[in-house]
């Protein structure tokens, strides 16, 4: 019960920040897409290297404005937490067309995140929490994420995995500067697991940016294709 308690005032937060986002949701109607491709590396069943590089586009497959490509490595101390380390380069550029330059940022990030995970029933419950230390082409900035997400597997469980997955998260952004929030994320996802080595994920995300700094609120179709490959030592301790 307590831990189930510790969770509502997160499903709170999560809930009074959907208020931001129905008044400003007409403010762009164009659906752009956001393309997500990961691959990760088991060394063990605890340590694991990761890579993940995603391509923006403002409208459905044009005027694409956003890559970025970044990795790192995880370590898995207890059931249900996850640390992780990463750094990645994420340029944006001009909107109006495909890579238009000049960039309206280049930047060198440098991320540490702690993950969270717990199950209610047949819900799985995640909590994401990441320090950003951004070095950008406007100067060093500091940002701090809470992402929120819950997730129900279902489907007939075959070679030890469940084939299907729906998921909402929402996540927010904040500085250390006023006004301190900066972006609201929302989600709904549909993942499908081919194999334990591969699963597919499609879905729905809307983004409000509050201080348009990099890029701006939009509505995105994402895709995305996920691999999970172990050693042979790392497989057979699954």
Not at 92 to 115: A, H, S
Not at 130 to 139: I, M, V, Y
Not at 197 to 202: P, R
Request: glycine share 8%; with cysteine.
């Amino acid at each position: 019960m307590k831990r189930i308690s510790s969770f509502l005032p997160c499903l709170f937060l999560t809930v009074l920040s959907l208020g931001f986002l129905r008044p400003l949701h007409a403010q762009n109607s164009s659906l752009g897409s956001w393309n997500i491709f990961q691959v990760k590396y088991g060394i063990t069943d605890k340590l694991s290297l990761f890579g993940e590089a995603q391509l923006r586009s403002l409208r459905f497959y044009t005027h694409f404005h956003y890559y970025e490509y970044k990795g790192g490595i995880e370590y898995k101390p207890l059931p249900g937490l996850r640390l992780a380390l990463g750094a990645g380069d994420y340029d944006t550029y001009r909107e109006g067309g495909n890579f238009v330059t000049p960039k309206n940022n280049d930047e060198f990030r440098l991320w540490p995140q702690i993950q969270l995970s717990q199950t209610l029933g047949k819900f799985k419950i995640e909590q994401r929490y990441r320090a950003e230390f951004r070095f950008t082409s406007n100067g060093y900035r500091n940002r701090f994420r809470y992402r929120l997400a819950l997730l129900y597997p279902f489907g007939k469980e075959k070679n030890g995995f469940t084939p299907f997955q729906l998921s909402v998260s929402n996540e927010l952004f904040f500085t250390n500067r006023e006004p301190y929030f900066e972006r609201n994320r929302l989600a709904f996802n549909f993942n499908y697991r081919l194999s334990k080595q591969l699963s597919f994920m499609a879905g729905y995300l809307h983004q409000f940016d509050y201080r348009i700094n990099d890029e701006t609120g939009r509505d995105f179709l994402q895709l995305g294709i996920y691999i999970e490959l172990k050693r042979n030592s790392a497989a057979k301790k699954q």
